[in-house]
């Protein structure tokens, strides 16, 4: 079955820092990938997306790249703000009707 | 103007009660769909409804029921409620299908304490 692993959190940085969260994924066929974020006491909203592989989804400053070569699809900006503190989900999507599978997700806690 | 609501925001109760949560969004979308987010935010999908027609029905227990009236409405019934059942239940919508994925949108959530 489809599965997305990401990294464990929290990850705690310090404002304008560099972030990294990784995600990886096992999937049949080509599936299309997705970065979802949750701020405190809302529903998670479509930060970014990838649909095939080389392709980069770019949103507020995050990047994804779609890896087929190494099944990644990591997330990153070059410099997060405390506004950016939040619990972030690596997620796939293989065919079928809507299913989506998603990580366990990474809090990120941005200090100033 | 909110695009998928859910009431109540929070919700605490007994066991072995019997509570419903509900869902409405007006985005003019035909699926729904009701998650369960846990205490480690691990979010997996319960049910989804496509034109109040039940699409998937993951490994639930049947203590949970969703009823859909109309397409802009999902209501999810839960009997018996158990401590394991405490979490965060969040409804999405989205335009239906299969083969490309159409952005689910998501309600604020409502988070269930049983006692």
């Known amino acids: 079955g489809n599965s997305v692993t990401q990294m464990e959190g929290p990850v705690t940085l310090s404002e304008e820092a560099f972030l990294t969260i990784n995600c990886t994924y096992t999937?049949?066929?080509?599936?299309?990938l997705f970065w979802y974020v949750q701020y405190p006491g809302e529903g998670l909203q479509l930060l970014l997306k990838?649909?095939?592989?080389?392709d980069k989804g770019s949103n507020k400053g995050f990047e994804a790249t779609y890896r087929k070569e190494t099944t990644s699809f990591h997330l990153e900006k070059g410099s997060v703000q405390v506004s950016d503190s939040a619990v972030y989900f690596c997620?796939?999507?293989?065919?079928?009707?809507?299913?989506?599978?998603f990580g366990t997700g990474t809090k990120l806690q941005v200090i100033p | 103007d909110t695009a998928v609501s859910q009431t109540p925001k929070y919700l605490v109760t007994q066991m072995g009660n019997d509570k419903s949560i509900k869902c409405e969004q007006n985005?003019?979308?035909?699926?729904m769909y009701w998650y369960k987010q846990d205490s480690k935010k691990f979010l997996k999908i319960m049910f989804s409804?496509?034109?109040?027609?039940?699409?998937i029905n993951e490994t639930v227990p049947n203590r949970f029921s969703p009823k859909s009236p109309d397409k802009a409405h999902l209501n999810l019934h839960i009997n018996s409620l158990e401590l394991g059942d405490s979490a965060v239940y969040f409804c999405?919508?989205?335009?239906?299908?299969?083969?490309?994925?159409?952005?689910?949108?998501f309600g604020p959530g409502t988070r269930l304490t049983v006692l």
């Open positions: 999405a919508s989205s335009q239906g299908g299969s083969g490309i994925y159409n952005e689910q949108f």
């Open positions: 999937a049949t066929g080509y599936p299309s």
């Open positions: 990838a649909t095939k592989a080389d």
């Open positions: 997620a796939l999507y293989s065919g079928g009707y809507q299913k989506v599978t």
């Open positions: 985005l003019g979308h035909d699926t």
């Open positions: 409804y496509n034109n109040k027609e039940l699409i």
